[in-house]
């Protein structure tokens, strides 16, 4: 799940609880995401679904990702349809 941070007011937000509080803080422009430190101007933030994990986060210099099982049957199934 990705989490953002308002550059107005530094409330933390799940991405499900961004227009909603886009409507409560007017000063709220900018959202970073807490994983991976970008900055979302405007609706962008709407774009980023997915973002880096905790093992990519930590996992240091020779850090290799493995596939996920779930992953590898949704690319298994794109390919076939």
């Not at 409507?23 to 679904?49: A, E, T």
């Not at 290799?64 to 199934?77: F, I, R, S, Y």
């Amino acid at each position: 799940m990705v989490f953002f941070i308002c550059n107005a007011c530094g409330e933390s937000l799940k991405k499900a609880q961004v227009d909603k509080h886009v409507m409560k803080c007017r000063g709220c422009q900018v959202l970073s995401c807490i994983d991976c430190g970008k900055d979302f101007w405007g609706k962008d933030y709407k774009n980023h679904v997915k973002c880096i994990s905790e093992d990519q986060k930590y996992g240091g210099k020779g850090y290799e990702a493995k596939a996920k099982k779930g992953d590898v049957k949704q690319q298994q199934w794109l390919q076939v349809t």
